[in-house]
């Protein structure tokens, strides 16, 4: 019996012994150190590190996640900013390379997430003004020729009339030297002397000469902006040394022997930053190319891509040129991999028919339905014929190819397909070769793979197959869905079903080549059932409002005041055009022709009638000069003045004042905008404002004309008063030989010269 | 002294000694449209250039027109005194005080619009303190300047001689600021031989120094058009395009002058019909020059109608502005070329009818050159229209009253006709039938 509870003790002892260090553990305190330069200099990337240890031991910890915070302010408004985040590695360092753009003290703090009792640490960094970025030098560069010459040419033409107008002061000076010659000296003295006009206009022209120069001299440095002192811009990139960039298309003039600098400059001219961002690190126009092999580069560039990227051939850009653009995008690299990765957003392609639901893998993955459209927006720009593998069609697909199937059904291990996409393969390079698919798509292609290779998903029930392909736009109930109406209304003859299910209708695609006619069937006599029947034989006013909410609603709101749809409620449509616009549709309106019948037709045209009547405008009753401002006049001073004036005579568009345009043509403009310029305010304004604003503009009034008496009649009065007034003048005989002092000498004009 | 002589120098004093009724009701109705004017511009300053025609899409107007107008007519004087006196062209020396005050006068008020165009005068300065050189702007204002200061200087150095003499004849007969006047700015003229030479020299150099200045005054008037990319200012040939019109203009207003003073100080015997022929002969050959400059635009641009410049010529040859296009060319290009060619209109009322119909149509040309070219639209938007305001048309009126008060007041203090020079070239002319010998008889 004492053994075994000797033994027992024993047990609980190590147990115990055991559990304490790991409670221990569990409570270890840690504690954050920051490391960071003292100084930095803006632009170039700062390391900051934090340092995570155990309290006690000082034993580094790895894999904590610290945050880092600096401090901002922005009109007055301060606070802090993450600037990002690290993990520790197994030093225990977490390190982060910032870069600043402001030239002042930072004061960096640190954190642990989401461990607010480790103390956090803080440092300060004192940034100064670093190097400036870009110097711009467009244009073409004549050594010598600057404002200098121009100065230069103006301060002689300022010096040879100085020079001229010296002569004053010269001529003044001989004369009183004459007239001093001439009578005694004591005839004048003055106690002050006087100021001749010569030194002193003299004076005043070189002060005004001096003057002009110094302004030109002064100029092009206080304005030029190119190398002010502190004075730092927000960068768009930061380069580790100032370079020539001459221009977008012009020939790179200065090429420094550094591949890199170089590469940038060409990377610049050749217009790739455009896109592809100034550190080629991708932007939302292009992804990036910093990742690509030199001669996928190669086949890029010279063959261009869908999407934008345009081809230059051997002429435009060298394989010289490209070898140095190809080594600065590897310098970019690691600068793009320490700002976290490549920035892109991959292009967005849209397809014709929509692929499965997002998010999910679709039990059944047919061919034709989800991989075709995947590979035409991935993989057709180069397999057309790369690699002797098509993507084009499904026989291609999995039977082409120069080494060997690219599909085998069922084996997702060996085909190359398969391989190739997940970056497993044996030969050659990953596919795409620029950047991975999405995993949802690799997904998506394996499952593919898995199930067969099927060249359609497997069939379903009318049910499923509704699930599966109509609900994405239908709505998983038929209800309505994000671009396909509902299907819950009167329903169709089940022909016609089939018929729009086969050949699609309006924006929807057909599927006939997607579904096989038993299919079809199954679906149409699906959709049926979601159908629900309206009673009644004659259209009616309720039976339109009901047939209004089915089908017009989800555009026209309940009550036909317009949604995405225009109100209705106002309308300078006849009858016969409204039933023609129903049965026929408008530009972004489906037809109805064949969904209603013209039963239906007529009792929506009531319902439109009732709603026009209720809701409709009352152009003869504007209110004027009773004191009450004009329910139009707000209106027209937020939405119209801008370009109509404010007292709308005209601005940037015609006056509106006494406008000889009827009701429904003011109505008709203002919905459906004019030439010209003016937009349509259809959707942008209820139909009451319109109304409103409409018997506004027509009530005002056309006072005088702002700008008075036409130019040509002023000019025409002007020469015409001139003309008959010579005509008089010449009349008179006053501008004939005549008067003067005639003493018999012979005058100047008798002589010939 | 000859009788020639005594006539030219009363004649020269008489409007500096006696002052009509007639002069001062000019100047009081002058003063009284400057006046108007002046309320016009309160108008403006108070309420903004929105009492203007002037709108966002045609942003120059009358104003702009005036200022290049009056900048352009300021090239009479260097034509007369400075081309032709380099040319030794002597049948120049009654017209050429005319013609250099002409071009001061001018200066100003041509300076003065811009100034006016301004809806904020007060940052005027900011030109000065902030002028980039690479600006037409600030070309404009170093161009005008300097020929402003150039002509003044031009205008007073020959000028001294005869403010002498009016010192040595006027002093006590006038009154005493103006006695005051003509010693001081005679700086002790003696006629002596080092002060006739130090003279010449100068006016020598300036008289070669002001022409490629005047040149550059309205060839950078012109680009502040030319620079621009609008359709039609967008052309090489501007800067010639605008000396020539300046010139042509210039010719005209000063012809104009000439008949108006000729008339009301009596000056018939100085200034002859022989000096309206040559001018208009001149002010003729300049109309040719214009009409191949327009010709050689249009065609040019016209065969070719790059984008927008469809637009340029409908507007000008058949739309809004071409009754103003089609006056300009006829009735100041060809009309008086052919005027001078009939030999009955080449009478002193044809020749200075000639030069009216050229002032108005130089200045109707200044206008369509500015509002058309602001006229055509820059996007797809609709044309703006542009009709000067009664305000604008008020200080037009000012401008040209200040023009013609600057002018007659000059003529009343200081000497119309160059005495001194027409003395020099008479008696240069004479000096050789004197060394002939007095067998011709003909009296010095």
């Known amino acids: 019996m004492t053994a075994v509870w000797r033994a027992f003790a024993v047990a609980i002892v190590v147990v115990t012994m055991c559990l304490i260090p790991a409670s221990l553990a569990v409570a270890q305190e840690l504690e954050i150190e920051l490391f960071a330069p003292e100084d930095g200099i803006t632009g170039q990337p700062v390391e900051i590190a934090a340092f995570v240890r155990e309290a006690g031991t000082g034993r580094p910890v790895e894999g904590a996640t610290v945050v880092f915070f600096g401090d901002a302010s922005f009109v007055g408004v301060g606070g802090d900013i993450e600037l990002g985040r690290a993990t520790t590695n197994e030093a225990g360092f977490g390190i982060l390379r910032p870069s600043f753009s402001v030239s002042r003290v930072h004061e960096i703090r640190v954190e642990m997430l989401d461990a607010p009792e480790v103390a956090p640490d803080s440092v300060s960094i004192s940034v100064s003004v670093g190097l400036q970025i870009i110097e711009p030098e467009a244009g073409v560069s004549i050594p010598g020729v600057g404002a200098w010459v121009v100065t230069l040419v103006i301060a002689a033409v300022w010096a040879i009339m100085i020079v001229a107008a010296f002569g004053f002061v010269s001529v003044s000076r001989s004369g009183k030297e004459a007239e001093a010659a001439d009578r005694d000296n004591e005839a004048r003295r003055h106690l002050i002397p006087q100021l001749s006009i010569a030194p002193v206009g003299t004076g005043i022209m070189v002060l005004v000469g001096i003057g002009l120069v110094v302004l030109l001299i002064r100029s092009p440095e206080s304005h030029s902006n190119l190398d002010p002192e502190g004075y730092d811009r927000t960068a768009v990139a930061y380069l580790e040394a100032t370079y020539v960039y001459p221009g977008p298309g012009h020939a790179p003039a200065a090429l420094t022997g550094d591949a890199v600098t170089d590469g940038r400059v060409l990377f610049m001219s050749y217009g790739c930053a455009g896109c592809h961002g100034v550190d080629g690190q991708g932007t939302s126009a292009a992804r990036t190319p910093a990742f690509a092999t030199r001669s996928w580069v190669e086949t890029v560039v010279r063959a261009g891509l869908p999407g934008g990227m345009p081809a230059y051939g051997a002429g435009e850009v060298t394989s010289d040129q490209l070898d140095l653009i190809h080594d600065f995008l590897l310098a970019a690299r690691d600068r793009i991999t320490a700002l976290g990765g490549p920035t892109t957003t991959p292009p967005v392609v849209t397809t014709s028919v929509p692929t499965t639901v997002p998010g999910e893998v679709p039990t059944a993955v047919g061919f034709e339905e989800d991989i075709a459209p995947l590979f035409n927006a991935e993989c057709g720009a180069c397999h057309g014929s790369a690699g002797g593998w098509s993507a084009a069609t499904y026989r291609e697909v999995v039977e082409s190819g120069d080494n060997g199937p690219a599909v085998i059904p069922g084996d997702v291990a060996e085909s190359v397909l398969a391989q190739k996409v997940s970056g497993t393969q044996t030969f050659g390079a990953a596919m795409p070769p620029v950047q991975q698919l999405p995993p949802d798509e690799v997904a998506l292609i394996l499952a593919w793979i898995q199930n067969g290779a099927p060249e359609r998903a497997v069939a379903g029930t009318g049910a499923t197959l509704f699930a599966d392909r109509c609900a994405v736009c239908h709505g998983a109930a038929g209800d309505g869905g994000a671009a396909g109406p509902p299907l819950t209304g009167p329903p169709l003859p089940p022909t016609d079903i089939v018929s729009v299910v086969t050949d699609g209708r309006g924006a929807m695609g057909g599927f006939a080549a997607s579904l096989t006619p038993d299919e079809i069937s199954q679906v149409a006599g699906f959709v049926v059932t979601l159908g629900e029947a309206v009673p009644g034989d004659e259209p009616s006013l309720a039976g339109g409002a009901e047939v209004f909410r089915l089908h017009c609603a989800r555009c026209h709101a309940d009550d036909a005041s317009g949604d995405v749809g225009p109100a209705l409620t106002i309308s300078t449509l006849t009858t016969d055009q409204t039933r023609a616009v129903i049965a026929d549709g408008r530009s972004e309106m489906p037809a109805f022709g064949e969904a209603l019948s013209s039963d239906d037709i007529e009792a929506v045209l009531l319902f439109l009638e009732d709603r026009r009547a209720s809701a409709g405008p009352d152009l003869t009753a504007a209110p004027s000069g009773t004191g009450v401002p004009h329910p139009g006049s707000e209106l027209y001073a937020a939405a119209c003045a801008t370009c109509h004036g404010a007292d709308a005579r005209g601005g940037v568009a015609s006056g509106l004042a006494g406008t000889a345009l009827s009701a429904n043509e003011v109505i008709a403009r203002v919905f459906g905008g004019h030439e010209g310029g003016m937009p349509a305010f259809e959707g942008v304004l209820a139909a009451d404002d319109v109304q409103n604003v409409a018997s506004y503009v027509l009530e005002l009034e056309e006072e005088g004309s702002r700008t008075g008496i036409p130019t040509i009649a002023i000019f025409g009065l002007a020469a015409l008063a001139l003309l008959l007034a010579a005509a008089a003048l010449w009349r008179t005989g006053w501008f004939n030989k005549g008067g003067g002092r005639g003493t018999g000498e012979p005058s100047n004009s008798d002589e010939r010269r | ?444």
């Open chain 2, 1 to 444: 002294m000859t009788p020639w002589l005594e006539r030219l120098e009363q004649t020269t004093l008489e409007p500096a000694r006696t002052t009509t009724r007639g002069y001062y009701y000019l100047v009081g109705g002058l003063l009284a449209v400057i006046g108007w004017a002046l309320y016009a511009y309160y108008v403006q300053i108070t309420d903004g250039l929105v009492v203007t025609g002037m709108r966002d899409r045609i942003s120059w107007g009358l104003y702009i027109t005036l200022f290049v107008f009056f900048i352009g007519i300021s090239h009479a004087g260097t034509l007369i005194s400075a081309i032709l006196r380099v040319s030794n062209a002597t049948w120049r020396t009654p017209v050429t005080r005319m013609a250099e005050f002409i071009t001061a006068v001018a200066l100003i008020t041509g300076a003065l619009f811009v100034v006016v165009d301004l809806g904020r005068p007060d940052r005027l300065f900011n030109v000065l303190i902030h002028g980039r050189w690479q600006s037409p702007i600030v070309w404009d204002v170093i161009a005008i300047t300097t020929y402003l200061t150039a002509s003044l200087v031009y205008l007073y150095l020959p000028m001294i001689p005869d403010l002498a003499f009016f010192r040595e004849r006027l002093t006590g007969r006038v009154p005493r600021w103006k006695s005051w006047l003509y010693r001081k700015l005679a700086i002790r003229w003696q006629d002596t031989d080092t002060q006739k030479r130090k003279l010449h020299v100068s006016i020598s150099i300036m008289m070669i120094l002001i022409i490629p200045i005047a040149v550059s005054v309205h060839t950078v008037v012109s680009w502040i058009f030319a620079m621009t990319l609008r359709e039609a200012w967008n052309s090489a040939i501007f800067g010639f395009f605008f000396v020539a019109g300046a010139i042509f203009s210039g010719i005209a207003t000063l012809i104009i002058m000439m008949a108006i003073l000729r008339k009301v100080y009596r000056l018939e015997e100085f200034v002859t019909l022989k000096h309206f022929r040559y001018l208009g002969f001149l002010m003729a050959a300049m109309a040719a020059v214009m009409l191949y400059a327009n010709v050689s635009e249009y065609v040019t641009s016209g065969f070719k109608l790059e984008e927008g410049a469809a637009f340029i010529f409908r507007q000008l040859f058949v739309e809004e502005f071409a009754p103003y296009f089609w006056f300009y060319l006829i009735a100041g290009l060809i009309i008086p070329i052919a005027m001078m060619f009939t030999p009955a209109l080449r009478t002193v009322g044809g020749i200075v009818a000639a030069a009216v119909l050229v002032d108005l149509a130089m200045f109707v040309e200044r206008y369509f050159i500015v509002v058309t070219g602001l006229r055509a639209p820059l996007l797809a938007y609709e044309p703006a229209n542009y009709a000067p305001t009664w305000v604008e048309w008020s200080i037009a009126a000012g401008g040209f009253a200040f023009f013609a008060l600057l002018v007659t007041l000059f003529v009343k203090v200081f000497p119309i006709m160059a005495v001194y020079e027409m003395k020099e070239e008479r008696e240069a002319l004479a000096r050789p039938r004197e060394l002939e010998g007095a067998t011709e008889g003909s009296t010095p």
